[in-house]
């Protein structure tokens, strides 16, 4: 069964940094591209970042361009996005979601979410 | 940027037929996939690459794609299927990924 498990979410401040992480099982994860896609209280869903099986390919939003960075490690099954200079527009719930393996989506498998609150 | 349009809303009784509309520019070249969020859960895929059914969702979700405008339909609606729904795609370069802007199902 495929899971994913994400963690490291919390409040922060303005300018902050925070890295959020994402445990991944039931599939091997070195195969498949893998995705953040982000989701503002009361709000629709928005891509983040996305990254492929061997890091050949990062892609970021431009809203998070130079600001967020992904990255995976494959022996340890997991996904990270690491989170700097963040803003109170950044506050949202962040889901780890899995791709395909040629194919960034569809995203056929998602995490349950972890919240990010960036606040004073 | 890019962008993908879908009604905000769309209304139907128990066991009529309800189709949500996404619009795209690049939709021609583009598959599209769609997923169904319910309060307080993840979204889930229920339809991709247009047309296609994963395992497990119900066979009254179809999807369908003409020129730059790809639809969901959902025959013989239920209570449970009450949800908002976001049809999804990249833009032409097939790089960077785009979300609607979702349509809430209301089943009256």
């Known amino acids: 069964e495929v899971q994913l498990v994400e963690s490291g979410g919390g409040l922060v401040k303005p300018g902050g940094s925070l890295r959020l992480s994402c445990a991944a099982s039931g599939f091997t994860f070195s195969t498949y591209n893998m995705n953040w896609v982000r989701q503002a209280p009361g709000k629709g869903l928005e891509w983040v970042s996305s990254?492929?099986?061997?890091?050949?390919?990062?892609y970021h939003a431009d809203s998070v361009k130079g600001r967020f960075t992904i990255s995976r490690d494959n022996a340890k099954s997991s996904l990270y996005l690491q989170m700097n200079s963040l803003r109170a527009e950044d506050t949202a719930v962040y889901y780890c979601?899995?791709?395909?393996?040629?194919?960034?989506?569809?995203?056929?498998?998602w995490g349950q979410g972890t919240l990010v609150t960036v606040s004073s | 940027s890019y962008e993908l349009t879908q009604p905000p809303s769309v209304s139907v009784s128990p066991g009529q037929t309800a189709r949500i509309t996404c619009s795209g520019d690049?939709?021609?070249?583009?598959?599209a996939n769609w997923y169904h969020q319910k309060p307080g859960q993840a979204p889930a895929l229920v339809i991709y690459?247009?047309?296609e059914r994963p395992s497990g969702i119900p066979e009254r979700f179809s999807g369908s794609s003409s020129g730059t405008t790809v639809t969901l339909t959902i025959s013989g609606v239920q209570a449970e299927d009450e949800a908002e729904y976001y049809c999804q795609s990249a833009d032409s370069s097939g790089i960077y990924v785009v979300f609607g802007g979702g349509t809430k199902l209301t089943v009256l």
């Open positions: 979601a899995r791709g395909e393996m040629a194919t960034i989506g569809p995203f056929h498998y």
């Open positions: 990254i492929s099986g061997s890091t050949d390919y990062i």
């Open positions: 690459r247009d047309s």
């Open positions: 690049a939709l021609p070249k583009q598959y």
